[in-house]
């Protein structure tokens, strides 16, 4: 088996660690997991065919039965398609799932750029101040109680790792608060998102930034319990706007970044 995936097992499982879910490592997910970054960093570009199974098997040392079941999973994340008497085609980019988890933490692995940053802000600006619009709509007292103590949570942070699971833990209660299932289906955006901003440029390591984003989260917190709409679409675009300028403006300050 080909172990040279070691460092793109990195960004797998940062973003478990912050969710809190135990990634589970098995040849199925090794082997999903190389072929996936391989297509995502253009090692297999857009239209290309795929070596055959023989030359995959004999890359990856795994059966069949797994080189299949991997194969399968990048399909379903439209990343590839079995043709026959063709073989397995790289599809275009713009028919991969680019909200799957995985295929967000290839894009994440290869080093997120400043433009892929932004996009990021901008789907989510896109959705997330209209979850928290809802939320201040519909949420009970309990939901609204929960998102202060995640806020409260944030501003008691000692270590970057805790800022970032507590932060990712509020945005999922505003889009749980929202009523709206459909919501939820960003929580890997929202993730990746605030993986990034955590790896290039945490807040906790600076008083001043640790006080801006607690701020923010708090202003958000407070309007959804006031059942302010307007309030809260305002201060979450705040809050995903600071996010991004507060990563960007990092990245540019690091050489190579």
Known sequence: MDRSGGRARHSGDLIAALSGRNPARNLHSDVLWELGLAIVSGTYPQG???PSDSEL???FGVSRTVLREALKTLAAKGLI????RIGTRVLPRNRWNLFDADVLAWFFELGPDVSFLRSLAEVRIGIEIEAAALAAER???DEAAALIGWVDRMAGSETPADFARYDLEFHKAVAEASGNPFMASISALVEMALTAAFTISSPVADPDALAVTVGVHRRIAEAIRDGD???ARLAMRDAI????????GRMETVPGS
Request: charged share 25%; with cysteine; proline share 8%.
């Open 48 to 50: 290309a065919i795929l």
């Open 57 to 59: 098997l004999e890359r």
């Open 81 to 84: 398609e079995a043709r026959a």
């Open 139 to 141: 949420c009970g007292p």
């Open 229 to 231: 709409p307007a309030a």
């Open 241 to 248: 706007s600071q996010g991004f300028d507060r990563a960007a």
